[in-house]
């Protein structure tokens, strides 16, 4: 999450869009980062639209507006963003990012999170295609555990991150 909102590149003004929200814990941190501009947590399913809103005051986050329904309809009418976080991982997420794209603002920045190698592809050479540049990024993370009286490191699945800057 947070190697995410450092690629957004988020500004004390920006208008951000967070598709696919969850909880929206990416939301908020958005949110909060972006104190005199807008966040927008999209999110279809109805439990976790409930979830981010009450995410939202428990953090105190006042510029953060849930919009439940599904992408790309959900976020018809809404104030082109500086900023898309398109997160999940389903198969869909290559004409997420690629009908995100179109109303982002000149020199915005788009941030994709998946996790299969076929999205990560997929994802990059759209992103290079309307770009001309990507960027990716692997995240891999390794806990500690105990085993026999030795500690080892037990890997997790990696993530992937992929970013580009809309040219002007």
Known sequence: ??????????????VVWDVGAGSGSVAI??????SGGTVFAIEMDPDDYQLIAANADRFAVTNLTPVLGKAPEAWVGLPAPD????G????????????AFAPLRPGGRIVANVSSLENVTAVFEILRELCGDANVCMI????????LERLRFESTNPSFLISAVKGS
Request: aromatic letters at 2%; glycine letters at 10%; a negative charge.
């Open 83 to 86: 900023a898309v976080f398109v």
């Open 29 to 34: 941190e958005a949110a909060q980062l972006a």
């Open 88 to 99: 999940g991982t389903g198969r869909v997420v290559t004409s997420i990012v690629e009908s």
């Open 1 to 14: 999450r947070v190697m995410a909102i450092a690629e957004l590149d988020i500004g004390p003004n920006s």
């Open 140 to 147: 891999n993370l390794a806990r500690g555990v105990q085993q």
